[in-house]
């Protein structure tokens, strides 16, 4: 089937530890999305990449790292430089890199728990 | 710079009720809009967008939204919920060559 694979799906860390959450798709699309989400705040953008070894911070960069290795891989590590990283994290993609429509696929997310 | 506001973090309706989730937005330029439903747990999926043309929009699980400009508004209607409508909405806008801004998200509550 065809679609957008985050894992793992449950995740939980201790304080002082790097994590690293996979985003992996198979529609061929050009450009991925690293969102976080907070209960009552929306999703807010991390980081993005449109194309192949390019990507952009987001609003909310400082403490995540990400990679763009290949089209179908944006991994995205979780640093211990986040201060709260405990967050419900969605990868996104869409199919056009130039001409942003708006229309996202997501991924069922990851929730990570740092204890 | 655009913006959205979704007004009311958590609406409850009957079974059966009118659906009204509201969503007014701030867009210099022509906006594309957009309404997504997200189940607990789960990614976001696109419930319906307005980019150009028909002002009135149909989407998926009976949803319908306006775009009307002069309100500058993009409010999401139902005529009769139903139990699995329970979830959580998030309205958004982008423009060519823009990103996307997601609104706070409102909370629908069916109530039997």
């Known amino acids: 089937d065809g679609g957008i694979t985050q894992s793992p799906k449950y995740l939980f860390r201790k304080e002082g530890q790097n994590v690293t959450l996979s985003c992996e798709q198979n529609l061929n699309h050009d450009a991925m999305y690293w969102y976080r989400q907070d209960p009552g705040q929306g999703l807010r953008l991390i980081y993005y990449?449109?194309?192949?070894?390019?990507?952009q911070k987001g609003d909310i960069a400082e403490g995540y790292s990400v990679s763009r290795e290949k089209k179908e891989s944006f991994p995205l590590t979780v640093t211990s430089a986040q201060k709260n990283p405990t967050a419900f994290y969605l990868c996104?993609?869409?199919?056009?890199?130039?001409?942003?429509?708006?229309?996202?696929?997501f991924g069922e997310g990851s929730r990570l728990t740092v204890l | 710079a655009q913006s959205v506001t979704q007004l009311g973090s958590h609406v409850s309706v009957s079974e059966g009720a009118l659906v009204l989730l509201r969503c007014n937005y701030s867009s210099s330029v022509p906006p594309y809009l957009f309404w997504y439903v997200q189940y607990p747990n789960q990614g976001l999926q696109l419930l319906l967008k307005y980019t150009t043309g028909a002002t009135l929009v149909k989407g998926i699980n009976g949803f319908e939204a306006e775009f009307k400009k002069s309100e500058t508004s993009f409010h999401l209607t139902k005529p009769s919920a139903h139990m699995s409508d329970a979830a959580e909405y998030f309205c958004a806008v982008t423009s060519r060559d823009d990103k996307i801004i997601f609104g706070k998200g409102t909370r629908l509550h069916i109530l039997p």
């Open positions: 996104a993609t869409t199919y056009e890199a130039g001409g942003f429509s708006g229309e996202l696929f």
């Open positions: 990449s449109q194309i192949v070894n390019d990507f």
